[in-house]
């Protein structure tokens, strides 16, 4: 315990100060009423002597008087002298009176000669030191008459004083210890227990709950011990939950798929959670108080909250962020109130495969009425020509026939692959899977495609081990295969190449590829190969006879046998196709 | 000189704003493009006149600095750095434009298919804009010098659909015309991804003090 502490220190000094002035003041009290009551004492002493002594010198004669105050001296136990009245000494016990001065203008002759008894203490020239006089008239009644003065060296009633002084001084030295090493326990405990308090609050500022002071005495400091100790309690338990409210946010916020953006007044970040970061390509956790710029530009956001704060109103909005890849996002924004002032908060849902649903949908049946309408208008077509005279035209009429077929065929090629995706997206399950040899299913897929690969000089290359099985629908297998060789073969250069290729993977998968080294697909449409009828070059896709289905179908067949298939592309340089199914 | 600090915070405040602006117009020529998007293309143009207001004032801004705060070092770095930046965000604002002039003269012919991949050399592009552009506001040196690198990678794509657009004309010669159109639309994207590369090296020069430009061993 650092007991040097400026407190401790005050108390100390204070009361030894004060029991110091209490010594000092008492000491002089006692020395001075000490010395006074010695004083007392010696003067009856002395006045009691000197009674006697003038007693006997009425009958003295004065040439007797020298004798007499040499003799009377030893009796006296003090320096005598005779003074006559008009101040002379007459006789004198310690000295020859002839030498001495006139001794009319001592104070105590002066009032012994007025016929008192007159005391003083002072130096004395003639002894050279301190000394107590008592003079007294010998006749009293006669004034001036004779005076007899008794003379005592004045250390007597000092030594006394001095006796007593010391006595007063021990005692009051012993009191003044005593008092001290009080106080000393007094400051000590009250100085022990301020630290404890200020240790424990120093404890609280560095966020130390778990400490408890220990229940003193009940005074003040016990009180506030008390009272730091409820305060201690109540701010564990407001931490406590303050830390369970973040907890819980963050959880909430990270979990969101929702990107969160909170900025304050001056468009400075207060925070923003994982999922916006990632949006915005920036690093989690964002600085606090970073400016909303340095971490997106965009000026639509950037204006949905700057319009937030101005008009403290909510905001809802459809953009598409250039900084998240050109993702499109339902925004809502809205004011927020903050400790520094008003903010507003702004939460993006990601709405660009919602959207990309959307649009499939709407195309789906712009592209199923516009796929159904070209042929029918050609049958239709070729129909009224053959009513309307063409039925006479033997050179035509077989060649309209034969178109009105063409397209027949080709409705008809629509119908059952809407039929198929419609099978394979309807909830039944239809024929459960079996064990099927991957290299069966290649070769009767090759084989179907087979003639139309050598009309258009491509070759086909296959390697399947034929202890590959997957688990899969015979049929569906079979037409997955079909549809994605006869892509490879009809979108492709002639003299181009197709490879088929089947391997084991890791973790019972069987993978599936169908690469060519074709026209190859633009990035920007690879996502959508797979939407039905959507076509990358419309034209050459009629052209080769294609319903913009097949992909569609491959997709919804995979999926259904519990496979996946995915897509990568370079435009110019050709496009691989690969399905992952189970082992069978 | 606190006040020196606000105002080059400001400055960094409004390059920023006017980044924003011109990644946007980059974005939108693009997906004008791509979708056939009058209404996509009038933003562009509408954008425009506000980064050309947005330049002078930015250039102004810093012109004063310059003038008036004889700054030293790192601010003076940042201050040179502020006006070339700038200065590249116009000319980037200024061949979003031209794409879109492009983009408005396809919409209204028949499309035409040649094997480039347009939308892809866009992407790349955009990236490199965006990248410089964080590597500036987050001091960022390694993602300024992967910017850098990408450039490689736009000029490979724009020497490879020059070839193919070549090509398609000679099997196509009706469709010359919009074939040029698309090698401008290339042209520009190169060009576009060659200022971002100014940028990411006036962010080196703020970050390091370096000056990496006509260094070939910067570029890998």
Known sequence: MAIAGPFFRKLLLGSLLLILVAVVFLDALLTRYTAQRELRSVEQDLRARAQILTAEMQDLPPEALAQWVLEARSRAGARLTVIAPDGKVLAESDQRPDLMENHASRPEVKEALAGRIGSASRYSDSVKREMFYLAMPVKPGAVPGQVLRLAVPAEQVERAVGEVRWRILEVSLAAAILSLGAAFLLASSLNRRIQQLQRFAEGLVAARFDQELPRGPKDEIGALATSLNGMARQLRDMLERLRLEAMRREAILSSMVEGVLAVDHELCVVFCNETFARAVRASHPVAERLPVLELVRDPALLEMLAKVLVENEQQKRRLQLAAAEGRTYQVHAAPLELMSGRGAIAVLHDITDLERLERVRRDFVANVSHELRTPLAAIQGYAETLLDGGLEDAENKRRFVEIIKAHAARLNNIASDLLALSELESADAGPPPEKISVADAVEAAVTAVESEAALRKIRLHRSAGSDLYATANKIRLEQVLVNLIDNAVKFNRPGGEVWIEAARLDEGKIRISVEDNGIGIPSAELPRIFERFYRVDKARSREAGGTGLGLSIVKHAVERMGGSVSAESQLGKGSKFTVVLPEG | ?220
Not at chain 2, 80 to 87: C, E, H, L, S, V
Not at chain 2, 88 to 93: A, M, N, Q
């Open chain 2, 1 to 220: 000189m606190r006040h020196f600090i606000e105002e080059l915070v400001e400055l960094q405040k409004e390059l920023l704003v006017m980044a924003g602006l011109v990644e946007l117009a980059v974005h939108e020529s693009v997906q004008s493009l791509v979708e056939r998007s009058h209404n996509r293309a009038q933003q562009v143009l509408l954008n425009e006149a506000k980064i050309n207001q947005m330049e002078i004032r930015i250039d102004e801004m810093a012109t004063r600095l310059l003038a008036t705060q004889q700054p030293m070092a790192k601010d003076l770095r940042f201050l040179t750095a502020a006006i070339k930046i700038n200065n590249d965000l116009e000319r980037i604002g200024d061949l979003a434009v031209n794409i879109v002039e492009r983009a408005l003269s396809l919409m209204d012919q028949p499309p035409i298919h040649p094997a480039v991949d347009i939308p892809r050399m866009a992407d790349l592009a955009q990236r490199m804009v965006h990248d410089s552009l964080d590597s500036f506001v987050r001091r960022d040196a390694d993602m300024a010098r992967n910017v850098l690198l990408s450039d490689d990678a736009v000029d490979n794509l724009r020497d490879e659909t020059y070839q193919e657009l070549v090509r398609f004309m000679q099997n196509d010669p009706p469709a010359i015309s919009r074939a040029l159109d698309l090698v401008f639309v290339a042209r520009n994207l190169e060009r576009i991804a060659d200022h971002a590369t100014n940028i990411a090296e006036d962010a080196l020069f703020v970050i390091q003090g370096v000056d990496v430009r006509h260094h070939a061993e910067a570029r890998g």
